[in-house]
């Protein structure tokens, strides 16, 4: 089948990544969705009457906070007033609003006064006052208060001890929330007003609120029994700190929220949006395009496998589409760590398939059309500034003589060394956004 005219592979998967982080951008998202008319606030379907002299007071956390505030402040004025938190240092400067800069993925001290202040802040707000809270992945380490008995560092290496082992985000947050003092609803409660609104960006697989930032603003119905049982599972329990181990064994209720009301919570943006984005533009530039699932979980290379297969089927079946063809999933994966590399787990998974790439041309079975590709839409991958990678076979000359090399970089975790040495590597800078990764295949 001859292949229609269109442009080179990179010049498309640069114009999918940009399409995609744009969509969930909160300069796209809140437009004509958040506003305010005759002292009612619209707000994405949902309608809260401003009492006469009331304030707003507004939490924004995670890697989306000072963007998402930028928006509010816009439209509410000096009405609001507010704290942010993020890992995300501040380029825009909100009025009205505090800044802490703080630690991510592992909390740090700023992270304990960032959830120590907006702690106060929303004890502190008027009966009639709205509060107002703008979540987004990130949060759970920008704001950290560990519960009492258990110290910043222990509770630190509990989530490196997670992180390391390959735990998916929501077994990360639910641990994490019965070792938080805002977790699981717990900084919603400490809010005593009738009105609370939360506005959420969702990076977890399944867009459920309770592990969006460990859930601040949502009722938590799991136990520390149900985190000490992953812990079990994992084989992990035996290496927790003494804390942490005394901290699971007291009595549930210690550390849940009081049932009170969460308010009105909201996700007002995930994959979902990003993923119609990228496939949209991927016809607008000739290529037919599918989207397989916002739902991947699983390990990076196991990611990696099914997408070389899937570029197997386009090249010599023309399935499931005929090429030129773009074939996406979205999710997030996870990577074991057993080096001390440079990278994350969306180059992990694309040095992995270039490495079975290379096996299959090995074998008389080579992938002359396709091109591999997995991006974070929050721009950062792993400890590396990159947000991703793409390659193919015709893209690192002689790929056959550095099979060892890759392998290498593989087991050390070292594959932004790889790409920045021989090309591929997708950078967008911080994205102000973040609803987790985005992967596939163009054959063309």
């Known amino acids: 089948m001859k292949s229609r005219e269109v442009a080179p592979a990179e010049v498309i998967i640069r114009r999918v990544v940009e399409s995609a982080i744009n969509a969930v951008k909160p300069s796209t998202l809140f437009g004509s969705n958040f506003h305010v008319a005759s002292d009612t606030l619209h707000a994405f379907g949902t309608q809260v009457e401003l009492d006469p002299g009331a304030g707003v007071r507004c939490v924004a956390v995670g890697k989306s906070a000072e963007a998402m505030a930028h928006e509010v402040r816009k439209k509410l004025g000096s009405r609001v007033t507010g704290i942010i938190a993020s890992p995300v240092g501040s380029h825009i400067g909100v009025e009205g609003f505090g800044f802490y800069q703080t630690g991510h993925p592992i909390p740090d001290e700023e992270s304990v006064r960032a959830g120590r202040a907006v702690l106060d802040f929303v004890a502190g707000a008027d009966h009639d006052d709205l509060v107002l809270f703008l979540i987004s992945g990130g949060g759970s380490a920008s704001v950290f208060v560990p519960v009492e008995g258990v110290t910043l560092s222990d509770a630190n290496r509990v989530m490196e001890l997670l992180f390391d082992n390959g735990a998916s985000i929501d077994k990360v947050n639910l641990v994490r929330r019965h070792l938080s003092m805002l977790g699981g609803g717990k900084l919603s409660a400490a809010a005593q007003v009738r009105k609370k609104l939360s506005l959420i960006i969702s990076d977890v697989v399944g867009d459920d609120p309770v592990s969006i930032a460990s859930g601040p603003t949502v009722h938590d119905d ?176 002689n790929v056959a003589g550095k099979k060892d090399i890759i392998e290498d970089n593989l087991r050390r975790n070292d594959s932004n060394s790889f790409f920045s040495k021989y090309g591929g590597l997708i950078e967008t800078g911080p994205t102000d956004t973040n609803v987790m990764d985005i992967f596939g295949v163009l054959v063309i």
């Open 222 to 397: 799991s136990t520390p029994a149900d985190a000490v049982g992953f812990l079990k599972e994992c084989g992990l329990i035996e290496r927790l700190p003494e804390t942490v181990r005394a901290a699971f064994a007291k009595q549930p209720e210690v550390y849940r929220a009081p049932r009170r009301s969460d308010g009105v919570i909201k996700v007002i943006a995930s994959n979902r949006e990003a993923l119609e984005a990228a496939e949209k533009t991927g016809t607008e530039n000739g290529v037919d395009s599918l989207v397989l699932t916002r739902f991947w979980e699983g390990e990076a290379c196991g990611a990696a496998g099914a997408i070389v297969s899937i570029a197997r089927s386009l090249e010599r079946d023309a399935l499931p589409v005929p090429p030129p063809a773009l074939i996406l999933a979205a999710g997030e994966t996870t990577v074991k760590v057993t080096g001390a590399g440079k990278g994350g787990r969306n180059q992990q998974l694309v040095l992995s398939a270039l490495s079975q790439m290379i096996e299959l041309e090995r074998r008389g079975q080579g992938l002359d059309r396709a091109t591999v590709f997995s991006f974070g839409t929050d721009g950062k991958d792993g400890n590396s500034s990159a947000a991703g990678a793409f390659v193919s076979l015709g893209t690192v000359n």
